[in-house]
């Protein structure tokens, strides 16, 4: 057995770590450049691992390794691949550990985890090896995707022209707490976002931004990477309806959501006749399909027919934006426009999965 495999071990028998979840949000990083060292090990991994009980068969899995500060590591192994590359929609085994002198060592109910940058060991109690995966990095199929003729560009990076007391950083990316200067109706909507790394942080702390459509809706940013995907969490229509999958990824990745939105409907009186519907991909896997939903969110502005601006939420997080485009689909023949051929079942490509060194695979 070697040295990693045997002090590794040494800690999974005198340890299965709990973490605080009342601990203060701690630092925030913008920059992986800059992360702590945690953050080498938080993120996924893809490989497969030996079926209980016959040694000569094996399944696919996928781990996301979440960081959550000073050492201390949780884990989520999945069945069949990451959430949107295989996963079968059960269960989500959870293990916890922390950092040891090798790497991070994660203990599980029956398996065992020893992560380092590149790859992860799954191994038994004895140290025996029962399966290998290695780090991978996803991007989304609709990542830098160009506005289609017939789009309006709300930001490219060069200015902040469509948006109320708009601001940008340094690298050129729009930061959270503005809104469109125009007001929208119906519309289909690009949008990529990029979330700090906080890892102490723990729940609406943790990266806290969103969409708020018409100002009424709030289709939430979060940092919800290995999570379950509640109504609060990252895709959701907030404290309304969860996303189909929680696909969000690890902090500090590009990440993507398209919208379909169609506003609710009034009529002369004033009184609502359909509920607003939208679809949400995110990361180019569907996670709303022709939702109704039937009220507004959390403090958003009140129903009504009239057209409002799309706000990007400020809470107190650096949350930044990039690459935003709509197409005013309320325009007569706006709804023919080829816009990302996304359909309402599955992703329209698989989600590009890459390793350290970016040969995909």
Not at 81 to 105: H, K, N, S, Y
Not at 185 to 206: I, S, V, W
Not at 277 to 296: D, E, F, L, Y
Request: glycine share 12%; hydrophobic share 40%.
């Amino acid at each position: 057995m070697t040295l990693i495999l045997r002090s590794a071990l040494a800690f999974l028998v005198l340890s299965a770590s709990a973490y605080a979840q009342n601990a203060k949000d701690g630092p925030t990083y913008t920059s992986p450049d800059k992360a702590d060292g945690d953050f080498a090990f938080a993120g996924e991994y893809l490989g497969w691992q030996q079926l209980q009980g016959d040694l000569r068969g094996s399944q696919r899995i996928g781990v996301q390794v979440v960081a959550l500060g000073n050492g201390k590591f949780t884990a989520v192994k999945y069945l069949g691949g990451l959430p949107g590359d295989g996963w079968l929609r059960g269960q989500r085994i959870l293990l916890d550990g922390e950092r040891t002198a090798e790497g991070v060592a994660l203990k599980g109910n029956v398996t065992s985890l020893l992560v380092s940058p590149e790859e992860a060991l799954v191994v038994d109690s004895l140290g025996n090896k029962l399966g290998e995966l290695k780090r991978v990095h996803r991007e989304s199929p609709t990542m830098g995707a160009k506005a289609p003729a017939g789009a309006t560009v709300l930001f490219d990076g060069a200015g902040t022209d469509h948006f109320k007391k708009g601001r940008m950083t340094e690298n050129g990316w729009l930061m959270a707490g503005t809104e469109t200067s125009d007001a929208w109706n119906n519309f289909r909507l690009h949008g990529e976002f990029l979330l700090p790394y906080k890892p102490l942080a723990r729940g609406q702390a943790r990266g806290n931004s969103g969409f708020y459509l018409q100002g009424r809706y709030e289709l939430q940013v979060l940092d919800s990477f290995g999570l379950e995907g509640g109504e609060n969490e990252c895709g959701a229509l907030y404290k309304l309806v969860r996303p189909a999958v929680n696909m969000c990824f690890p902090p500090l990745e590009w990440q993507t959501y398209d919208i379909d939105f169609q506003a609710a409907k009034f009529d002369a009186d004033g009184k609502k006749i359909e509920p607003m519907t939208i679809s949400v991909w995110h990361n180019g896997v569907p996670i709303h399909a022709q939702r109704k939903i039937p009220s507004k969110t959390g403090a958003g502005t009140a129903e009504g027919p009239q057209p409002l601006p799309i706000k990007l939420q400020d809470h107190q997080n650096p949350v930044v934006y990039r690459n935003l485009w709509i197409i005013d689909t309320a325009k007569p023949d706006a709804r023919d426009i080829d816009w990302l051929a996304l359909p309402i079942k599955a992703p329209p490509v698989p989600v590009a999965v890459s390793d350290a060194s970016g040969n995909q695979f």
